[in-house]
């Protein structure tokens, strides 16, 4: 049934395209799906990409999953996971693409509190495993009401064409080595007057990389609290027994981080975690989260690019995230998400269609879309992923 929708969904969404002129029929049209954490860059991208290239992509945001699945299946030419697809179900000569980075954000609803709070990877925890039921917790206050350290990015001028226009655009400006470069830091002592009211956990109840990202930022930065691995599927990873009557109504799921956020906008005292463009498009407030030197860190293109680049990589495209780093802008819920692609296409004009798409996503859509927080990837990661899509046939 499942793939029944997505050939039906993915032949309609092209069709449409096709109706609008965006694609070219000259090109080749490919069609993709998996992860919500790349959709908001792989939305913004798409007609610049078509009107560039001459090829065409539709994208079935349907969650990490579901895009494992579908390309097992072959009923996606690329699909997308926000965790390593190490399965036995994976096809031959399949690769890992790092080709997207950005945060994973902590957003939250208490009515009439505007303020950013900032909170330590342990109180996160605790909250997400309802230690902490109550807004008006000592942990949160201690958290948030002291004098708070933030970095405050260097950003640079770049010139980039949207619909055919050339615009300019900010960009965090990087080192020689690909690290982002830290103009100043902020001091400032907030005082946040939190509310007596009940906390309401939002998580994703579906297959999603997402909670793998963040669930395995909770098993890293607070083990004694967070006390079982990482995992995509966010019920077995809770520290607990999710089904507890305590936590009845208070402790909810939705599917995709567009229901999830969604679900906090119209719930009093929600929280959940998910990709920063989801909070903007929810007008949430969200967390910065303090890292391994007790600085608080915004979910941004520049806190991400600090904590990845203290990753190691594998032969497959996988990362090892380092979240012991003590560089001090790095924001800690930071994540690639990975294309998933073949090295050798039964197609070669569909392989060719791949290898430009990985390509262009690389190399300009971070760069022309910066108010999705994506991140520009440059330095080692960047020559690493050069060398991946060099494979693709």
């Known amino acids: 049934m499942i793939r029944k929708f997505i050939k039906i969904f993915s032949v309609l969404t092209a069709m449409i395209l096709l109706s609008t002129g965006a694609a070219n029929a000259a090109g080749v049209s490919l069609v993709g799906g998996g992860a919500t954490f790349s ?86 925890a605790k909250i997400f495993s309802r230690q902490i039921t109550m807004w008006n917790d000592p942990l949160i206050k201690a958290d948030t009401n002291r004098i708070v350290k933030s970095p405050v990015f260097e ?59 963040f669930t395995n930022f909770l098993a890293a930065t607070a083990s004694s609290i967070w006390t079982k691995k990482g995992n995509n599927d966010f019920p077995s990873s809770f520290p607990g027994n999710i089904n507890d009557v305590k936590n009845l109504g208070k402790i909810q799921g939705a599917k995709g981080s567009e229901l999830t956020s969604a679900l906090v906008a119209k719930t009093p005292g929600a929280i959940t975690y998910a990709e920063k463009d989801y909070a903007t498009k929810n007008k949430l407030v969200f967390a910065k989260v303090f890292n391994n030197v007790d600085i608080a860190v915004e979910p941004n293109a520049g806190g991400v690019s600090a904590f990845l680049g203290a990753a190691t990589t594998n032969a497959n495209g996988t990362l090892n995230l380092d979240y012991t780093t003590v560089n001090p802008s790095a924001y800690l819920i930071g994540s690639t998400s990975y294309a998933l692609v073949l090295t050798k296409y039964k197609d070669p004009a569909k392989g060719a269609a791949v290898k430009s798409l990985m390509t262009y996503i690389l190399d300009k859509c971070a760069a022309k879309f910066p108010a999705t927080e994506f991140a520009v990837i440059d330095g080692k990661l960047y020559d690493f992923n050069k060398s991946l899509i060099a494979k693709i046939s």
């Open 39 to 124: 959709n908001p860059i792989l939305d913004a991208c798409k007609a610049e990409f078509a009107r560039e290239t001459g090829d065409s992509y539709v994208y079935n945001s349907l969650g990490s999953g579901a895009g494992r699945a579908g390309f097992d299946k072959g009923d996606f030419d690329f699909g997308w996971s926000d965790t390593p697809h190490l399965g036995a179900s994976a096809p031959a000569g399949m690769l890992h693409l790092p080709v997207v980075a950005a945060p994973v954000a902590v957003m939250y609803n208490i009515p009439g509190v505007t303020k950013q709070l900032s909170l330590t990877p342990a109180t996160i």
């Open 155 to 213: 950003t640079e001028k770049v010139n980039v064409t949207v619909d055919g226009k050339s615009t300019t655009t900010d960009v965090v400006k990087k080192d020689a080595s690909g690290n982002p470069i830290i103009k100043r830091y902020t001091q400032k002592r907030e005082a946040v007057s939190l509310p007596k009211l009940a906390i309401t956990v939002v998580y994703r109840n579906d297959s999603s990389g997402t909670s793998g990202i």
